[in-house]
Nanobody
């Protein structure tokens, strides 16, 4: 199993980014997938989740209304559209199942938001 995250970068506060996560070795169609983020000295924390059975979503309070998680089953890829970015969104972003598969972590993609 391999997750390859991309789309990160450096943006100013208020900007937008779209992250992608291409999964191989597993089929996301019937999995609950999620985005996580990690800041220096902190563990990875859940940011957003997309349930496969009903496409329902969950977001942590700090990103509600600003981030949107979606997926493309045909491309076996999940996305995180991030708008109105804030400096506190600065982190390395990862995708994985929810709950996460221990061996499925990719290298992540760095998002840096400047004030």
């Amino acid at each position: 199993v391999q997750m390859v995250e991309s789309g990160g970068g450096m943006v100013q506060a208020g900007g937008s980014l779209r992250l992608s996560c291409a999964a191989s070795g597993l089929t996301i169609w019937y999995l609950t997938m999620a985005w996580y983020r990690q800041t220096p000295g902190q563990g990875r924390t859940l940011v957003a989740r997309l349930r496969w059975m009903d496409n329902s979503t969950f977001y942590i309070d700090s990103v509600k209304g600003r981030f949107t998680i979606t997926k493309d089953n045909a491309r076996n890829t999940i996305y995180l559209q991030m708008t109105s970015l804030k400096p506190e969104d600065t982190a390395i972003y990862y995708c994985n199942e929810d709950p996460p598969g221990a061996g499925y972590w990719g290298r992540g993609t760095q998002v840096t938001v400047s004030s």
